[in-house]
């Protein structure tokens, strides 16, 4: 039995799967966790990286590993190799005003899309460069590379302490701000200008079911990939597949054979781990918002399930739009939540729980329209991550996407997506694995997304 590893390095924890390379069937797993905050040494994650490997018993069975990580972070590294200070993860907003400069220096949101299909916000790295270049210029003049969590954790297993060693995949250097997905090239222009003009060595692109390297001990290292690409790879994502993630916020992202490029900045234009496209579209508010609605009404998440289903589609006439901390998508950072329609027969528990649930579905639904207005065709639903656990979502959510979508078997689907990686770059075939998925179906209902849309666009309107 040939075993592979593949590691889910996140925001808040690293996750270790060992699997069966032919099969996909998990052997072992384990977790430790990360530091909070929003800049981390990459030390840590080093450490993180050791302790779940140990826990999951180790490497020594393995014949490949590959490392899925938290897209966009900034890790600065000297010319011997050593960090130059803590790295700043994707959701360190302190670049916010460094990236709409950074927009504006290359002359608007337009001229970014055409020229990588991403336009900087907080999170890309090339604001975090242009932060770290106009608020500590020494650190920026010690700069000798710069790479992403999932590059320095790769170039670590492979035990290189070689800048020139680095390497990275097409879809986490799509997330940079200065490597285009349609070309698969950097733009050195677009880093120099981020960076005040500096030009740090980058990591080298591994295509798709390549070789990184190997460890100390002989294991195949793969390419990696970011964290959304791996999680469509472990989830087995094909062209026309659009995978809606209901998380600490909201993530859908479908596989294309075409780039999207979208001068508006709410659909980046990524890569997939598979040599396809993967469009995405983020918002700020996932599942938190029905974790505050269920604790303003004063009910545990089950009994807020069973409030929303008991509601008729529409609550009533009652419409949640659901931008509790701001939002992205649209973006509109100073937004706020609105709650709408009341009426004497409307405003009870029942109802207040379903347009909770609505509302925020329909947010994910825009984002599938905004991706489809890229030219991309979505024909199937995957719905994943912990929001997609609540009853009231399973329910609710096939009538406001069209009447069905799928949801895949409980997972760590990042990992998984990793450790599939790892067989293909050691076999060479991407290998197709067993993943069960229900299938839910309801009746449509349009003219509930429709009065949302005509709500939202109001909210936006007076938010702007």
Known sequence: MTLVAGIDSSTQSCKVVICEAETGTVVRSASAPHPAGTEVHPDRWWDALGDAVSAAGGFDDVAAVSVAGQQHGMVCLDASGRVVRDALLWNDVRSASSAVDLVDDLGGPGAWAEAVGVVPVAAITAAKLRWLADHEPANADATAAVCLPHDWLTWR????????????DRSDASGTGYFGAATGEYRKDLLELAFRGRNPQLPTVVGPGERAGTTA??????????????????????????????????????????????PAGLVAGFADATGRHLPLVCTLNGAPVLASTAKMLGVDFDEFARLAMSADPGAGGLTMVPWFAGERSPNLPDATGTLTGITTDNFGPASIARAAVEG????????????????????????????????????????LFGGEVEVPADGEHVALGAARQAAWALTGELPEWD???????????????????EIADMVATSAR
């Open 157 to 168: 297993l492979r035990g290189s302490t070689d800048i020139t060693e680095l390497t990275t």
């Open 217 to 262: 001990a002989g294991v195949v290292v793969g390419p990696g990939a970011g964290d959304n690409a791996a999680a469509a790879l472990g989830l087995q994502a094909r062209r026309g597949d659009a995978v809606v993630s209901l998380g600490t916020s909201g993530v859908v992202c479908a596989v294309s054979d075409t780039a999207p490029s979208d």
């Open 360 to 399: 925020l579905i329909s947010s994910l639904v825009f984002c599938r329209e905004e991706i489809e207005e890229q030219g991309v065709r979505v024909h199937r639903i995957l719905l994943t991550g912990g929001g997609a656990k609540s009853a009231a979502v399973r329910a609710i959510a096939p009538a």
């Open 435 to 453: 993943m069960p998925r229900e299938t839910l179906s309801a009746t449509a209902t349009p003219e509930v997304y429709g009065r949302y849309r």
